[in-house]
């Protein structure tokens, strides 16, 4: 069987990592845990973990977000303990996407609803000659 | 389910709603994972054996920068077994020197050349445009299961 780690991000108003810890911990589940300041790390037998993510997502549909991460925890590849600290690998695509996990948890709920968006009008470019009044006369 | 490339190729956001919505995603985080985990190879820092660059060759020639080739033998199986296919235009984290950005477009390039089921959008800047991505996703993977 596939060893594997999965990462679980957080962006919830309801859920802490240590909520999400402390069912694994009750889940008796085969798997090593790593509480983090976003979510939390699982590693074990893949269908363990994919399991556990399945039961781990219901606890807030709209702010659990999975990802696989290739390497364990204390890998010395990652651990800062060995890599004296500092931004690891991936920390700025995780940065950058954590920012719009608002507005995919948003759009979670919309789908969910069963909303569809509105189509939205496409962009026009800018006529020669309206830039060219706004040059000249500033409106 | 169908398997579904990832780009960026470590994005959170797109692997979680593939996932979420019944397909696998392929990122590489599953190919570094078996970099890290396979017990016959051992050497630091990501376990390049003489193969990879062997693979690399496929895509790119020995004058490339070597960044290129190694890359691309880490993307190599994910590319093969790719039935479709999400990019997200110009994600911010995407710069880098002319080996990351060339490895990017030849990405870019070579799952439009497959012809498989693909989709391009953009990174959502509000609340509505982060309903349409999501709602966009949906309807492509829904539409995976179709052809199917």
Not at chain 1, 45 to 64: C, F, M, S, T, W
Not at chain 2, 53 to 82: C, F, H, N, Q, W
Request: proline residues 7%; hydrophobic residues 40%.
């Amino acid at each position: 069987m596939t060893q594997i780690t999965k990462m679980i991000v957080i962006h919830s108003q309801n859920i802490l990592p240590s909520d999400i810890a402390m069912k694994i911990y009750g889940s008796k589940a085969d798997v090593m845990v790593k509480e983090t300041c976003f979510g939390v790390l699982i590693t074990g037998e893949q269908e363990a973990v994919d399991n556990l993510v399945r039961e781990i997502r219901k606890l807030d549909p709209y702010g659990i977000f999975v990802k696989e991460r290739g390497i364990l925890p204390g890998n010395p590849y990652r651990c800062r303990a060995n890599r004296g600290g500092g931004a690891r690998p991936g920390f700025h695509q995780m940065e950058y996407e954590d920012s719009l996990l608002p507005w995919i948890g948003a759009g979670l709920r919309a789908l969910e609803a069963g909303e569809v968006p509105r189509p939205r009008a496409a962009r026009r470019k800018l006529d020669v000659e309206k830039l060219r009044e706004i040059a000249i006369y500033g409106m | 389910m169908a398997k579904v490339f990832v780009y960026p190729y470590n994005s959170l956001i797109l692997s979680d709603l593939v996932e979420r919505l019944g397909h696998e995603p392929l990122a590489i985080m599953s190919e570094i994972r078996k970099k890290i985990l396979t017990p016959s190879l051992d050497s630091p820092p990501l376990n390049i054996t003489p193969e990879d660059p062997k693979i690399g060759l496929k895509y790119a020639a020995v004058e490339v920068p070597s960044g290129v080739r190694g890359r691309m033998s880490l993307l190599d199986p994910l590319i093969e077994t790719a039935q479709a296919a999400i990019m997200v235009k110009n994600p911010n984290t995407s710069f880098g020197c002319v080996g990351c950005a060339r490895t990017n477009e030849l990405v870019n390039f070579l799952l439009r050349a497959k012809k498989i089921p693909f989709l391009e959008l953009e990174y959502p800047g509000n609340e509505e445009e982060g309903k349409e991505f999501v709602f966009q996703i949906a309807q492509f993977l829904k539409s995976l299961e179709g052809e199917k």
